[in-house]
Structure formats: C-alpha cells, structure tokens
C-alpha cells in the first residue's frame, strides 16, 4: 500500500511537471507570436510610407486635372492572417487545457473524498467491533489519522448502474430519435457515490442494444476515472447482458466493435462481474436516461411564469409548459396533463386500469400521481377500484353504514379493530377504517353493543328496508345468494353448476354444496331451454 501510495505521489508530481512545461511551451509560442505579429505590423507600416512616397513623387509628371485615384493593398491583404489564425489555435488550445485541468482536479478531490469516506466508514465498523470491556479501558486511545495518499476505493467493491435508451420523440413539427445515458455509481451498501446523465449522438442510426453497450462504456469509464477496480456491472437488458458476458456474438460490425471496447475497459479491473437485473431494480438509473433524452427536447421560450421550457406532447403535438407535462412512473414516458387526464378518464368509465398510452407500453399509471390533472373524486375511485381487484371476493368487507360503505378486507379491519377490542374475533365486531364506526361481520348492520347475533336476529326479524328490496327482487327473478360470500347471482344461462367469484361450486336450483366436482343433491345439472336460450345468444 505504502509502495503504491508513493509510485501515485510520483506520478502525480510527473504530471504536474508535464503540465508546467506545456504551459511554459504555449507562452513562448504566444511571445513569439505577437513578436512576428508586431513585425510584421511594423514591416506593413513602413511598406505603406514608401507607396505613399512614390505616388506623391510621381504625381507632377501626369496632367493636372487628371487624377489619380489608387488604393493602396498591403502584403497582409493580399493572403490570410496567419499569425492571428495560429494565436487563436492558441488561445483555444489553452482554454482545453484549464479546462481539462479544472476537470483532472475535480476528479482528484473527488476521489480524495471518496477515499476518506470510505476510510471513515471502515473505521467506523472497527470500532463497533471492538469488546465494550476493551473499550472502556482504551476506547480514548483508539487513533487512526487518515493519510491523504490512501487508496482505500482500489479495495472496495463498487456497484455501477447503467441504462441506455433510444426514443422517437417530436420537436414541434419534426420527430427526432434521441438518446440518452444514465450512470450511478455507489458503493458495496448501495450509498450513491456518482450519478451522470449524458446524450447518445448519433442516437438516429442506433438500436436499444448499441445503445445499451454504450452507457456499459461510459459506466465503466465513469468507474476507471475514480480509480476504481473491483466493480459490479448491472444491466436490465438481457441481450446487451448477453453480448457483455461473450456468450453471444453480435452481427453488426458496429455494435461488435463497442463490444470489444467493452472487453478492453472489463481487463483495467480486478474484479469485474456483470449482473442482469430486473427493470423495478433500475428505475433511478432509467430515470436519469430519460432526463438526458427529455433535456435535448426541450426549448427555452416566453411560458405564462415568464421564461421557462417547452415540449411537444406525443399525443395532441402541441407546444406544452414543461411544468405541465405529466411523467408516468416507470417506464419516464411525457405527455400533457391534458391527453392524460382524457387518456384515464376513459379508462375509469370502462372500468379499465389506466396504463401508459406510449404504444407498446405496460406501465400502469399510478394513483398518486394523477391527482396532479385528476379531480380529487376520480382519483378516489381509482384507488376503490385498484384495492377491490386486490383483494379476494370472499375476502372483501364492506362497512354496513350506507353512507360509508368503505370496501375492506377481513384481515385489515379484524387487525384494525383489535387495536381497540381484544376480543373483535369472538365477537364479530369490526371497526371501519373510513368511517371509524363499528358494524357487525355476520349482521352486516351497525354494532348491536349488548346482544349476540342470534338475539339480533330474533329481535329484528325483518330486514333493512334496502336488503328487503333486494330479497324480493332476487325471490322474483329467481337468484341465488352464494352462501359463502353472500354475493347474489343470478344465471343467465347454461347448466346448474354454478361457480361463483369467491371459488365456491354450488347447486342453482336448491344452493346445494359441490364436492369434487359433483352435486351433493339430486337437481337436475341442466335445463334445455337454458342450453338453447344460451346458444342463441352467442350466435
């Protein structure tokens, strides 16, 4: 450690004085520049003072009242300047070099940093090792002073995030494929220790795989810049995965050649191991891919808050507020708060779950997220509808208050109730988790406090005016009532053997149990006017 402390010192000090004499080397040149500038200035002048002296001399030979009208070109008008192209050389050359060297010394801080990090992280977990006796008697003495020239990040093993991305994406009138590339470095507890988002040019002629080779290379070279040499590649793509690991070849010679790149990076580590990955695992690092692609789509322009940015949405191809642009978690893909409050609105009223409307895409649109464009009520009836496709029918619980009716399961309102009532099971006494009122399980009405369900029921033998309604309604129309789950059916069509949501099999005719696949009585299975009346309806 020592050695390879003292070899970096070395080199650095080489480096420095490689930089002092370029610099040194691009003064003189500029010295010399200007010297032969000013000469030739100079040289310029006095050309002029004897073409002016000659002209004068030579005017009495010719006729008074003719004239002479010259103009006068130097040596330096009749060809190019190119002392003043050369020092502009120059002075461009100078600025990449500060630049470059403001760039090498963040990269030297940084990694400073990183080293003492993880140095006082290392330490850190030595001291909670220690045996508390041995630090009751020495834990004052303990000292482990950081050396600036440790090279504790070459030790460690570091996780590098990568994910490229290609997209056909409108810039106003134009559609354009762009790209983008999203890096995140962190360390071996998954702490960020470096993220970056950068553009893909030439993005137009590549695929999602080349794309993908492409942030594998600018990870792995985001890696090597902090020194880092033990490094876990993820990726979510499986054919870039493939192609990373040599298992497969690819055909292109283009996308062959990034891969052999890729191999040549792999060989500047000591450890390197590529890992695939599902997509839930790469959303930070997807996200930062998609901000590179959003930002070379966007333009600044006069917006109602005064200067801001715009986009165009994919849908409607208008010029949108940047602010009023939706993102759909996931998958990044943007459009206007307007498309998509349509987009979902439709789905409510088909009662489907709304997705991502980018074609081909399976993201589903979050409900916390559409209470940006979304009424407060609809947002509530996505979230209704998204809990009771969750949950199982026989499960599902409905609070008895008709003003509530909050759809629960059983096992989230025995578990909230029993933080008020130990006995809630015996019972059958459940407290709603909207409306905070208390209701019977089996009743299915408001919480009879000082009697059992069968004194209930025998004091009130006639149903609530609601269910009422409903009993006579199913009595006339002939349904059934499923007697595991309660949920009324009614057949319109086909044998006796009923199946209902909740999975229990039962006889339509006298509400019989199935077993095994066979009646527990002796109905007939089917009807021929049901078969037919089903077969005619289907044609």
Request: hydrophobic share 35%.
């Amino acid at each position: 450690m020592e050695n390879h402390s003292r070899d970096k010192g070395k080199a650095t000090q080489t480096i420095n004085e490689d930089n002092d004499d370029l610099k040194s080397v691009l003064t003189l040149q500029r010295h010399l520049l200007m010297e032969a500038k000013t000469l030739d200035s100079d040289l310029d002048f006095a050309f002029q003072l004897q073409m002016q002296e000659a002209f004068s001399a030579s005017l009495p030979l010719h006729h008074p009242s003719s004239s002479l009208d010259v103009t006068l070109s130097s040596p330096s008008d009749m060809g190019f300047d190119y002392v003043t192209l050369m020092l502009q050389d120059i002075e461009r050359f100078e600025m990449e070099r500060k630049e470059r060297e403001e760039s090498d010394e963040e990269k030297r801080r940084f990694r400073n940093d990183l080293n003492r990090s993880i140095y006082d992280q290392n330490f850190a977990r030595y001291i909670m090792n220690v045996p508390e006796q041995e630090w009751n008697n020495y834990g004052d003495n303990y000292e482990r002073p950081y050396d600036g020239n440790m090279v504790e990040a070459q030790n460690e093993g570091f996780r590098v995030y990568v994910k490229g991305l290609v997209s056909e994406e409108r810039i106003r009138e134009m559609k354009v494929m762009v790209g983008g590339v999203g890096v995140a470095i962190c360390d071996f507890w998954n702490n960020l220790v470096l993220e970056l988002r950068k553009k893909l040019d030439g993005a137009e002629f590549m695929t999602g795989e080349m794309a993908g080779v492409e942030a594998v290379i600018h990870g792995l070279n985001a890696a090597l810049s902090l020194d880092l040499k033990r490094v876990t590649l993820f990726v979510d793509d499986f054919l870039v995965y493939q192609f990373i690991t040599g298992r497969q070849q690819p055909r292109q010679s283009k996308l062959g050649t990034k891969v052999n790149e890729v191999s040549l990076l792999q060989k500047r580590f000591t450890y390197f191991q590529p890992s695939f990955v599902a997509r839930n695992d790469m959303s930070f690092v997807f996200k930062l891919a998609r901000d590179a692609i959003v930002s070379q789509i966007t333009w600044p322009a006069e917006t109602s808050n005064g200067k801001g940015l715009k986009e165009t949405c994919m849908i409607c191809f208008e010029d949108i507020d940047a602010t009023q642009m939706f993102t759909v978690d996931g998958c990044f893909h943007r459009y206007c708060f307007s498309c998509m409050k349509q987009h979902v609105e439709v789905k409510l009223l088909n009662s489907m779950v709304a997705s991502c409307p980018h074609e081909g895409c399976k993201t589903e649109v979050t409900i916390d997220s559409c209470g940006k464009f979304l009424d407060a009520k609809l947002v509530e009836i996505m979230s209704n509808r998204k809990k009771e496709a969750s949950i199982a029918v026989s499960e599902k619980v409905y609070c008895a208050f008709p003003r509530c009716s909050a759809l629960m399961s059983k096992s989230e309102v025995l578990q909230y109730t029993k933080t008020v009532m130990l006995v809630a099971e015996k019972s059958g006494a459940r407290k709603c988790v909207k409306c905070h009122r208390f209701f019977c399980i089996y009743c299915k009405v408001p919480w009879h406090f000082d009697m059992t369900c069968i004194d209930y029921k025998r004091l009130n033998p006639h149903p609530a005016r609601e269910y009422a309604v409903l009993n006579t309604l199913a009595t006339k129309k002939q349904w059934r009532e499923c007697i595991k789950c309660k949920h009324v059916i009614e057949l319109a069509g086909g044998c006796y053997h009923i199946t209902c949501r909740c999975g229990f099999e039962f006889c339509y005719t006298c509400g019989a149990e199935w077993r095994n696949k066979k009646p527990t009585c002796s109905c007939p299975i089917w009807d021929e006017r049901n078969i037919i009346h089903n077969r005619r309806r289907r044609q």
